[in-house]
């Protein structure tokens, strides 16, 4: 199973950006996609963005959709840019990969993800 780690989370402004990078142990992180999902507290995890295996393809929530950009390297990386951050956007964010590899595209169900980080956690305050 491949392993994956969240980086670049913290403390910003509302209206800042804050770049979120998920790496994984795996070089056959080029063969599945990916999605990004946040749970703040006291509530349900819930999707944020999706991107496919040839990163062609991406998906995002209403909610960060024109504020935040998925994307993905050659290597075993994954980003989440975020920018004009809300209050609203505090959460943990977790990083994970499709349980199926190629040719299945982006997800915006949890179960369909097999594979997950350990989260990184964003606080936006006002």
């Known amino acids: 199973q491949v392993q994956l780690v969240e980086s670049g989370g913290g403390l910003v402004q509302a209206g800042g950006s804050l770049r979120l990078s998920c790496a994984a142990s795996?070089?056959?992180?080029?063969?599945?996609?990916m999605g990004w999902f946040r749970q703040a507290p006291g509530k349900e995890r819930e999707f944020v963005a999706a991107?496919?295996?040839?990163?062609?393809?991406t998906d995002y929530a209403d909610s960060v959709k024109g504020r935040f950009t998925i994307s993905r390297d050659n290597a075993n990386t994954m980003y989440l840019q975020m920018n004009n951050l809300k209050p609203g956007d505090t959460a943990v964010y977790y990083c994970?990969?499709?349980?199926?590899?190629?040719?299945?595209?982006?997800?915006?169900?949890?179960?369909?993800?097999?594979?997950w980080g350990q989260g990184t956690q964003v606080t936006v305050s006002s």
């Open positions: 795996e070089r056959t992180f080029g063969s599945y996609s």
């Open positions: 994970a990969t499709r349980r199926s590899p190629a040719p299945y595209g982006t997800s915006r169900n949890r179960s369909d993800f097999g594979s």
């Open positions: 991107i496919n295996w040839r990163g062609t393809s």
